[in-house]
């Protein structure tokens, strides 16, 4: 045993004695700016394809901005909680469906020539120029930060004075019912026509609702010395005739306050959103994607605004006007905890916290005393019931019969609180997991082979043939939540009584059905045709809970992947996310790498959007997780820094990525070798990270830090709340600043523009 010990207590002694009077690495001096206007989205001619038009948005409030088809600049207006509230048992995805609103025509007297346009993601805002055969009008827009506001400047040359500005009302109805093969049932009733009145200065369009309530368009215009300004507000209400008035006021008291205020409060915001992390990655297009998504994310959904669905603040005629639960709002939110921005991923727990008692009502009445539940699909209101029944064999859809798309959004619950350390969070999610679980617990039946096993079948999500019996999904999340709930009982000492069932099904779970192929989709159904899902792997990514830290599994996991991916027909956008989150796992950058660009040449629109028939916005956001992935990953209790660097990529640097326990990392490789990382620890804590160093570090901190070798090239360091800790090999590496190694993108291959894919 003293051998054992005495070998890491010299090492401990190696650490500290460079470090006695140390101070951490310095703040970056990036130049944010001049890096971002190198991802900006830029068109030299905007075409009137919504996919390839620009867009702003204020986590409510968005624009997206292309060509009309009909000689004009059209300007969608969105609003994300704008929808049906209509009671009965039609399907959420027409009674409480996403509505359109309308969007606005700038019609040049002229014909337009070209139209070019840039999203300038530093200040989040829109310029670009309308070229006619008569003139010309420049235009700006951005949709404020601080108000619910948007603002269009138009500035007119030539003879293009006598330009117009045109409202174009959407009907107020699902756009499930524009599909042909939709079947609409009878009791369905869109909304009456709106009405477009006038109040003072201000115009405004009325849309009444059915169910109550409504929501009103207003704007108003002002001439400048070289144009025109327009301020549009939406506002939106279930009940009663405010939601006029309170539109008319909002413009009101916009105005009170001079517009360069607003402009400069505007961007002050996004300028300290961005710096709350930063990486550089030595590919133009991939660093542009990445960036875009940042972008995307704060102008999609805010701590105070809706959860994002599928398409956020913009609207587009879509077959799928709900918020989708079995893997879109997962996707949604996964790259937002370690980009540190915890406060944006805010709103999904709101929703969540707020829908609680729909949740409970989603189960049947025999398990609604301490179970909690949802299905495929719902409104904002979160009500899709799931039908399970221990032991029934009753007909019910495959949506009614996915068990754990609850636990698997609490997955993301619980990275909020694990990569904040935030004990309230934990609090308002342990009695909601339990629930979540209690629900699986209800339908399991111990066999004779001493497991547990389901005793209904449930559905693998979106494989077509996937209801079984003891599916990997539900098992894996079963699983992950068992432990979970029995990691919270001990950190919390709350001698939880169902603690001893929770320990008894971890151990003794059926095994997660598999045969020569891999993971199969359930113990009676194999995996044999195309899925773009990667349901009955959740096990693998991103639970962990069967990983490349575990030789055994090594084989299984590689099998797995390249079965699934055997079968391309149906495979999608978020089918190459994941295989590319899976080889980062591996640490295969490579393939990781390729991954992601075949997601970007086959499906990645020129905006960066993605479509499925219509917008789905989850695959481009978990894109953005698979890049962070192979910079920083967090598994197995593990920090891992750089682990899946394509070969390719020599220089690379990160500030600020979170991981969990609350450690904020900065991390700097060059030439191929990593040259130093610092861990700042927000709550005070122990963080095991392997750093992937070719030999051992030093260490730069002050006494308080202690380091430990725990082999296997992982280290443990227990670094006290508000200090930090920088590993380190040369002191000549810590001279290479974040900054250093920065790549600059140029525009010219990456999206937008010429939509020049490589």
């Not at 900006?40 to 009137?48: M, P, Q």
């Not at 088809?69 to 009671?87: A, K, P």
């Not at 201000?202 to 301020?231: E, H, I, K, M, P």
Request: net charge positive; charged share 20%; proline share 5%.
């Amino acid at each position: 045993m003293k051998k054992a010990i005495l070998p890491r207590i010299l090492l401990i002694l190696l650490f500290a004695m460079p470090c006695l009077q140390a101070a951490s690495q310095s703040r970056s001096e990036l130049n944010w700016p001049k890096f971002l206007s190198g991802c900006d989205l830029v068109f030299d001619d905007l075409s009137a394809n919504w996919n390839e038009g620009v867009f702003t948005g204020n986590g409510l409030l968005g624009t997206m901005i292309y060509r009309d088809t009909e000689n004009g600049l059209r300007i969608d207006i969105g609003r994300s909680d704008v929808r049906d509230h209509q009671s009965g048992n039609t399907s959420p995805l027409l009674a409480k469906a996403r509505l359109p609103i309308g969007h606005f025509l700038v019609k040049p007297v002229g014909k337009i020539t070209k139209v070019s346009a840039r999203l300038d993601l530093w200040n989040a805002e829109i310029r670009g120029v309308i070229y006619t055969d008569k003139g010309s009008i420049e235009f700006r827009n951005l949709t404020f930060s601080d108000s619910d506001v948007i603002y269009y400047s138009a500035a007119y040359k030539g003879e293009e004075r006598g330009f117009t500005w045109q409202w174009v009302p959407e009907e107020s109805v699902s756009s499930r019912t524009k599909y042909s093969h939709i079947k609409v049932p009878d009791n369905y009733k869109g909304n009456p026509t709106g009405q477009l009145v006038k109040n003072g200065e201000t115009q405004v369009y009325d849309q009444s609702l059915n169910a109550g309530g409504g929501y009103a368009t207003a704007w108003q215009q002002q001439n400048t010395a070289l144009g025109t300004d327009f301020l549009i507000t939406v506002a939106f209400s279930k009940e009663g005739q405010q939601y006029v008035n309170k539109a008319v006021q909002t413009l009101k008291s916009f105005k009170s306050v001079p517009i360069s205020s607003h402009i400069q409060q505007h961007q002050q915001w996004w300028h300290r959103y961005y710096p709350q992390s930063f990486l550089t990655i030595p590919d133009s297009r991939m660093q542009s994607f990445y960036w875009m998504q940042q972008y995307k994310l704060a102008s999609g959904t805010r701590a105070d605004k809706p959860a994002l669905d599928l398409m956020g603040p913009w609207f587009k005629q879509t077959p799928w006007p709900a918020y989708w639960l079995n893997l879109n709002i997962q996707l949604t939110y996964s790259p937002l905890y370690t980009a540190n921005r915890l406060n944006i991923a805010t709103s999904l727990m709101r929703i969540i916290d707020e829908q609680q008692v729909n949740l409970i009502k989603n189960v049947p009445k025999e398990y609604q005393h301490d179970a909690a539940a949802i299905a495929r699909a719902s409104g904002a209101d979160l009500v899709a019931p799931v039908k399970l029944l221990a032991g029934s064999t009753a007909d019910i859809s495959n949506g009614e019969a996915e068990l754990s798309n609850l636990t698997w959004i609490l997955y993301y619950y619980w990275q909020h609180y694990r990569y904040s350390m935030d004990k309230t969070v934990l609090n308002k999610l342990y009695p909601l997991l339990k629930r979540s679980i209690n629900y699986p617990l209800h339908l399991l039946k111990k066999e004779n082979d001493g497991k547990w096993h389901f005793s209904v079948k449930t559905h693998s999500p979106e494989y077509p043939v996937g209801k079984g019996t003891d599916t990997n999904y539900d098992l894996a999340l079963l699983n992950w939540g068992c432990k979970t709930l029995l990691q919270v009982n001990d950190e919390l000492k709350l001698n939880d009584p169902l603690a001893a069932k929770w320990k008894d099904v971890s151990d003794n779970l059926v095994a997660y059905p598999q045969d020569e192929n891999g993971f199969r989709i359930a113990a009676d159904v194999p995996f044999s045709q195309s899925h773009r899902h990667y349901s009955h792997l959740l096990m693998v990514y991103p639970l962990y809970l069967v990983n490349w830290d575990q030789p055994e599994n090594q084989n299984l996991i590689k099998k797995s992947l390249a079965h699934w991916h055997s079968f391309p027909t149906a495979l999608q956008g978020y089918s190459f996310t994941g295989g590319a989150s899976i080889y980062a796992m591996m640490g295969n950058g490579d393939a990781a790498r390729d991954y992601l660009n075949q997601l970007f040449d086959k499906f990645v629109k020129p905006n960066t959007m993605y479509l499925e028939s219509g917008p789905v916005i989850e695959t481009p956001l978990a894109a953005a997780a698979s890049i962070q992935e192979l910079y920083l990953q967090y598994w197995n209790n593990t920090a891992r820094v750089f682990p899946a660097v394509p070969t390719n990529w020599a220089n690379a640097s990160f500030e600020n990525l979170r991981t969990e326990g609350a450690f904020l990392l900065t991390a700097v490789r060059k030439s191929g070798t990593t040259r130093w990382i610092k861990i700042e620890s927000l709550n005070g804590g122990t963080l095991h990270i392997k750093p992937g160093f070719t030999s051992t570090p030093k260490l730069k901190a002050n006494p308080t830090v202690k380091i430990l070798d725990m082999g296997n090239q992982v280290y443990s360091c227990t670094i006290p709340k508000g200090e930090t800790a920088v590993l380190y090999l040369n002191p000549e590496d810590l001279k290479i600043g974040v900054q250093d190694v920065v790549t600059y993108s140029t525009n010219d291959n990456s999206f937008g523009k010429l939509a020049k894919k490589k």
